[in-house]
């Protein structure tokens, strides 16, 4: 049973970065496609980005690309979204989720394994 926990969350000015880590236990980040969700009041959890397992490619929603970096370190079994040039459309909720199959799926009930999440907040 894999567990994942995020942290990294807080509050930040508009322009300013953030960097989120989903640290795995009872798995390993690089055997499973991780994925980073959020969830903003009152709408439904959407796909930020992903990497897939093992090969290491990448995927972002279009609202984020250029801006958010998906990595992963193995040795720590982390992974990490680098968030910068943030927005107040980015306050949200942000979940990290991993399924063993390969390939970045951007539905939520594709992944059997969630944090419990970690709030960002942009604002000035």
């Known amino acids: 049973q894999v567990q994942l926990a995020e942290s990294g969350g807080g509050l930040v000015q508009p322009g300013g970065s953030l960097r989120l880590s989903c640290t795995a236990s009872g798995g390993t980040v690089s055997r499973h496609t991780m994925v980073w969700f959020r969830q903003a009041p009152g709408k439904e959890r959407e796909f930020a980005a992903g990497?897939?397992?093992?090969?290491?490619?990448?995927s972002y929603t279009d609202s984020v690309k250029g801006r958010f970096t998906i990595s992963r370190d193995n040795a720590k079994n982390t992974v990490y979204l680098q968030m910068n040039r943030l927005k107040p459309e980015d306050t949200a909720v942000y979940y990290c989720?991993?399924?063993?199959?390969?390939?970045?799926?951007?539905?939520?009930?594709?992944?059997?394994?969630w944090g419990q999440g970690t709030q960002v907040t942009v604002s000035s």
């Open positions: 989720a991993a399924r063993e199959a390969i390939g970045i799926l951007w539905f939520a009930r594709a992944y059997a394994y």
């Open positions: 990497i897939i397992r093992a090969a290491g490619s990448t």
